[in-house]
T-cell receptor, first 115, second 114 residues
Framework: AQKVTQAQTEISVVEKEDVTLDCVYETRDTTYYLFWYKQPPSGELVFLIRRNSFDEQNEISGRYSWNFQKSTSSFNFTITASQVVDSAVYFCALSEETSGSRLTFGEGTQLTVNP | NAGVMQNPRHLVRRRGQEARLRCSPMKGHSHVYWYRQLPEEGLKFMVYLQKENIIDESGMPKERFSAEFPKEGPSILRIQQVVRGDSAAYFC????????????FGPGTRLTVT
């Protein structure tokens, strides 16, 4: 069965600090997809990234970067030089090929960036 | 290209009433998913539909909940005889026929049962 664990319930940093959000997943499939979503205080879900299980290349997008390591079943998300607008709940999610396309979400990490 | 639309954005129902939540997928998308986010929790999958077909309803509560995606019109999530525990945010997502792993979420409907 698929499972996603985000061990950090809440993180608080000061603006301009770097912060890493952890995500560990469990799956028996060899083909699967990993996602990160952002949920700001307004409540909508904002798609950030999708990676498939065959692509372990790390990715950088502006201040965001993702570190995918199959050996440790982790897909961590780093925000460099955090800003107040980064304050949100961040969800990691997993989709297995054999389970159809439904997403299994972690419990989320509440990130607060203080000025 | 409009995104996924959900209405209403906020819905208040008294215990025992029915709640109907609507989701219009993005243009060209034929797959719809519903997720529920209970207060202070993550999102949980409920049901996956294609036009006129329920593909996976493994996350739907056995009673009072139903979903449809007719040939014409939006997808509807129906909750009969609502109880306080149904209070949550309900999110709809859609994906294109050839990209079922690309799910785009709507803004959600926040249901409050009084």
């Amino acid at each position: 069965a698929q499972k996603v664990t985000q061990a950090q319930t809440e993180i608080s940093v000061v603006e301009k600090e770097d912060v890493t959000l952890d995500c560990v997943y469990e799956t028996r499939d060899t083909t699967y997809y990993l996602f990160w979503y952002k949920q700001p205080p307004s409540g909508e879900l904002v798609f950030l990234i999708r990676r498939n299980s065959f692509d372990e290349q790390n990715e950088i997008s502006g201040r965001y970067s993702w570190n995918f390591q199959k050996s440790t079943s982790s897909f961590n998300f780093t925000i460099t030089a955090s800003q107040v607008v980064d304050s949100a709940v961040y969800f990691c999610a997993l989709s297995e090929e054999t389970s159809g396309s439904r997403l299994t979400f972690g419990e989320g990490t509440q990130l607060t960036v203080n000025p | 290209n409009a995104g996924v639309m959900q209405n209403p954005r906020h819905l208040v129902r008294r215990r025992g009433q029915e709640a109907r939540l609507r989701c219009s997928p993005m243009k060209g998308h034929s797959h719809v998913y519903w997720y529920r986010q209970l207060p202070e929790e993550g999102l949980k999958f409920m049901v996956y539909l294609q036009k006129e077909n329920i593909i996976d309803e493994s996350g739907m509560p056995k009673e009072r909940f139903s979903a449809e995606f007719p040939k014409e019109g939006p997808s509807i999530l129906r909750i009969q005889q609502v109880v306080r525990g149904d209070s949550a945010a309900y999110f709809c997502a859609s994906s294109p026929p050839t990209g079922k792993y690309e799910q785009y979420f709507g803004p959600g409907t926040r249901l409050t049962v009084t």
